[in-house]
Nanobody, 122 residues
């Protein structure tokens, strides 16, 4: 099955930047949508950014203008560039993909990375 491996989290000061990466590995699949979610302590997981296979994007209102999702199709990898980070954005960030298998509908669905901690603190 497809596995998503993410990296790039860490400690950053308020106003700083981080770039998260997510790489999908496997075979005989296509990615219908990809994106990023986050979950802060005591809060529900929320959508941060989403990109469709066609390249359209959506962002949470709180991050629009500061975060950018991008992709490298040749590497089955997508990224989240986070600028002007705020302390309240401290959370575990999860990469996400909706996977399509042309030969096996039972394997189609949502896949998640393992999560990477982003801490914004002075």
């Amino acid at each position: 099955q497809v596995q998503l491996v993410e990296s790039g989290g860490g400690l950053v000061q308020p106003g700083g930047s981080l770039r998260l990466s997510c790489a999908a590995s496997g075979s005989a699949f296509s990615i219908n949508a990809m994106g990023w979610y986050r979950q802060a302590p005591g809060k529900q997981r929320e959508l941060v950014a989403l990109m469709t296979a066609g390249g359209s994007t959506d962002y949470a209102a709180s991050v629009r203008g500061r975060f950018t999702i991008s992709r490298d199709n040749a590497k089955n990898t997508w990224y989240l560039q986070m600028n002007s980070l705020k302390p309240e954005e401290t959370a575990v960030y999860y990469c996400y993909a909706h996977i399509i298998y042309s030969s096996s509908t039972s394997r189609c669905g949502d896949y998640w990375g393992q999560g990477t901690q982003v801490t914004v603190s002075s």
